[in-house]
């Protein structure tokens, strides 16, 4: 039908709205988050996985920055009140528009009234869902991320939440070939040395480098808790606060590393004792509870 | 001053003490107001360190680093931020008996001191301010509180901080404001930066 209105659609114009029908274990509007405000105590949230949610934004043909939905483990289903093209990347999951398999880490036309369902994960922990547009939802220090440690940003979703959309920037990307690298079965984790290695005796930077982890079920968007070997401490008493990194391995008292992620505090008092390359952090966002996990340090001069 | 490597693209720096570390932390603001830093994301005062994160050549700025002579911390540098309190905190009487005084005797000691805000960190606006002598230094209470509300006042060791908002804390609480610590409609949205001077008011209940 060209030019005419098209019945049982709502009239055009305005922005098209999301309903959260399901919001699963866990479900956040991420974008690239807050950096550069860390001397304010404001974590950099953002995308844990960003390569996934960059791909789904590129899809859908937004510009880097929009803002779109992240999974944890059990997906969610939302509905749509306008044609909407949307994507999903990351964790692979079943995709269901009104219950029919749709495609994933491609664009899908929504038509109005819609129910989109993203499965479980049947790899890794967190999929990307993007809308056209991005979610619009009011910007925080110019970003529209939850930030789960601080609170900032919207409130994680919950079923009947409405989310409005922006206004398509363009045309989806679409992809002949999607590089994509499959959630981890086992991780293993570049590690440089430092700063606070020198907290640690020789037995614990040896144990560090030999030993398997595994990721806790106490894991979330502000670290990867691991099981595994305490990390036995040369020096006792107490660091004077300091600021952390994205990556930072922090080793509180119990001894078990924790992998700090997007939503990390900006300060802490336990000891780094080293610090993961961002460039690995995204396949330790998808590491689901159980992923034996290795770490292979490394020392800079 | 020690400059440590914090993964591939940051420095942690060392200092003797807060002072130094207040300096040096001024120092650095003022070379990347003059275009005299290379591009970093974040730079982020704590107790006696400095982070310098997102840096692309670290080992080239390090060894820039040790080069620097750095001036004294300007004393007396920008406005006073201006806080009304009630000092009638739960743990006025324990802070009051802590320093030796009677309690209305916290008010007019605590606000009668000018305040700096050392560092940030905990949660978004909270300020560690230091400039209370050593002998008003308290511990920690034994028992954290599960819920501090937002405004509180509080006092632990060298520090006075305010709850922006409701949050669990073990700081000695000695009063309450309601000066808007954090909004994020606001610009700045923080009441407190690193290095803001802070003076707090007694306010008549």
């Known amino acids: 039908m060209i030019g005419g209105a098209v019945t049982g659609e709502p009239a055009s ?5 999301v309903t959260v029908v399901s919001a699963g274990l866990l479900t956040t509007v991420q974008d690239l988050g807050r950096p550069g405000h860390a001397h ?3 974590p950099r949230s953002g995308a844990l996985d960003r390569p996934a949610h960059l791909l789904a934004n590129r899809l859908v043909g937004n510009p880097a920055g929009a803002a779109a939905l992240e999974t944890t483990v059990l ?5 749509v009140d306008r044609p909407v093209t949307v994507a999903v990347a990351g964790a692979p999951c079943a995709v269901r528009v009104d219950g029919q398999p749709a495609a994933w880490g491609a664009p899908v036309r929504l038509p109005a009234g819609a129910r989109l369902d993203l499965g479980p994960a049947t790899r890794g922990v967190r999929s990307y869902l993007a809308f056209a547009g991005g979610v619009a939802a009011a910007p925080v220090l110019g970003s529209r991320s939850t930030d789960l440690l601080s609170g900032l940003g919207p409130a994680p979703l919950s079923a009947g939440d409405r989310l409005a959309l922006g206004a398509p920037a363009g045309p989806p990307a679409g992809a002949d070939v999607l590089p994509w690298a499959a959630p981890p079965a086992r991780l293993v984790l570049p590690l440089v040395l430092g700063p606070r290695d020198d907290w640690f005796t020789a037995r614990a930077l040896d144990a560090l480098a030999r030993s398997v982890y595994h990721v806790s079920t106490t894991s979330n968007r502000i670290g990867l808790r691991l099981d595994g070997p305490p990390l036995e401490r040369a020096a006792e008493g107490e660091l004077p606060s300091e600021g952390m990194v994205l990556g930072a391995v922090q080793v509180p008292p119990s001894g078990r590393p924790v992998v700090f992620l997007a939503d990390h505090p900006t300060t802490g008092g336990y000891p780094v004792i080293g610090v993961v390359p961002a460039a690995a952090l995204p396949a330790a966002a998808q590491a689901a509870p159980g992923t034996p996990v290795r770490f292979t340090p490394v020392r800079l001069r | 001053m020690r400059v440590l490597r914090v993964g591939p693209h940051a420095l942690l720096v060392e200092l003797a003490d807060a002072d130094r570390t207040a300096a040096f932390h001024a120092e650095l603001l003022r070379r990347r107001a003059v275009f005299g830093l290379p591009p970093v994301d974040e730079i982020v005062p704590a107790e006696r360190t400095v982070l310098l994160d997102g840096v692309a050549d ?5 060894t820039e680093l040790a080069t620097w002579r750095v001036p004294p911390a300007p004393e007396r540098l920008g406005p006073v ?3 009304p309190v009630r000092y009638d905190g739960a743990d006025l009487a324990e802070v009051a008996a802590l320093w030796g005084v009677a309690e209305d005797a916290v008010a007019r000691i605590h606000s009668a001191t000018e305040f700096r805000v050392a560092f940030s960190g905990f949660a978004p606006g909270f300020g560690y301010l230091t400039g209370l002598a050593e002998r008003y230094h308290v511990p920690r209470r034994a028992v954290p509180r599960s819920a501090v509300p937002a405004g ?6 060298p520090y006075t901080g305010v709850y922006p908002r409701s949050s669990p804390g073990g700081w000695q609480l000695i009063g309450r404001t309601e000066a808007p610590l954090w909004d994020a409609a606001r610009e700045p949205a923080a009441l407190f930066a690193p290095g803001t001077r802070v003076r707090f008011v007694i306010e008549e209940a």
Do not use: E, S
């Open chain 1, 13 to 17: 114009g305005g922005p098209a709205t």
């Open chain 1, 40 to 42: 304010l105590g404001v």
């Open chain 1, 75 to 79: 997906g969610c289903a939302v509905r």
């Open chain 2, 58 to 62: 670290p080992r080239a700025l390090a």
């Open chain 2, 81 to 83: 931020v201006t806080v």
């Open chain 2, 152 to 157: 509180a006042v509080a006092l632990a060791g």
